[in-house]
């Protein structure tokens, strides 16, 4: 049995260590996965784009019909308690905030309950970022048929489709599961996927099917400032295979390159099989955001 660390977490209303968080065997996370979740990343100990989370947080719960169990100046307090915290007991300066809301307890039942109160679970733990050799040599990684559910753009912790799908890359020595569905890129079983084609970024249009990444709006800005095409539309499986650079974007991997997909290398010419220039350049303004973005 792996041991659970003491750091503080928070739980309905209380701050305790980690170890010590029960929630009931009939909370609706449990039964069903009823309920959604948020992760922040936290660099020297401040909150990176905290509003457009809490806006992204607001419009899952929205489509689950739970209500907002806190106001945003609450959620941020408990964020920087627990950030606090963790730096004080583990030194760590870079964390990530995870935050996760569930409809609550209730009797097993299909149909949502009216009036019960949503269970708000939260904790901070150390960042593990990407490595050096993976920013300089790039990663590696699958493909697969998308075979999760239809409701790709709520952040649910029903996550097994995803559990399934990042296992895949797992089992064959790679980062990342990059997916389709019916012929067209949606996304990583854990993060967005871009192609870069004759110098622009392409990514799949916002829909159902596609998780909003926090990433979407700030790779915008990035490419704006730039000078760099970005624009969103239906990417066939035929362009990400002969893409001129793949990059993946999340709260952990911020942006990376992907070098090798199904064995392949990735790329033309003396760039095939490297990181590109446009990850080099997005890179770079990525770390310039996260000095002037976060709170």
Not at 81 to 90: D, E
Not at 270 to 275: F, I, S
Request: proline content about 6%.
């Amino acid at each position: 049995m792996q041991t659970l660390p003491d750091t503080l977490c928070y739980l309905n209303g209380e701050y305790l260590p980690l170890r010590e968080a029960k929630v009931s065997v009939l909370d609706r996370g449990f039964i069903f996965g009823d309920g959604v979740y948020e992760v922040v990343p936290v660099y020297a100990q401040r909150l990176f784009r905290f509003d457009e989370h809490l806006a992204r947080l607001g419009r899952s719960l929205a489509k689950l019909r739970i209500a907002p169990p806190h106001t945003d100046a609450q959620w941020l307090e408990r964020c920087r308690k627990l950030v606090a915290a963790l730096a004080a007991q583990a030194g760590a300066q870079d964390q990530l905030i995870y935050i996760e809301v569930t409809r609550g307890v209730a009797l097993r039942d299909h149909v949502m309950p009216a009036d019960i109160e949503p269970t708000v679970f939260m904790m901070a733990t150390p960042m593990k970022p990407a490595t050096a050799e993976q920013r300089h040599h790039g990663v590696a990684c699958v493909t697969a048929r998308d075979f999760r559910w239809e409701r790709g753009d709520i952040k649910s912790v029903s996550l097994l489709g995803n559990v399934l799908a990042r296992q895949m890359s797992a089992d064959k020595g790679a980062v990342e599961t990059i997916m389709f569905r019916d012929g067209y890129l949606t996304e990583a079983s854990a993060s967005n996927v871009w192609v870069v084609h004759e110098g622009a970024l392409l990514g799949p249009p916002k829909s159902e099917h596609v998780l909003e990444g926090i990433r979407y709006d700030l790779l915008r800005e990035l490419c704006e400032d730039a000078g760099i095409a970005y624009n969103l539309r239906p990417i066939p499986e035929g362009e990400v295979l002969s893409a001129d650079e793949l990059l993946l974007s999340s709260a952990t991997k911020e942006v990376l390159p992907v070098t090798t997909l199904d064995g392949q290398p990735v790329g033309h010419g003396a760039l095939r099989g490297k990181p590109g220039p446009v990850y080099a350049r997005l890179y770079e303004a990525y770390q310039q955001a996260k000095l002037t973005q976060s709170i």
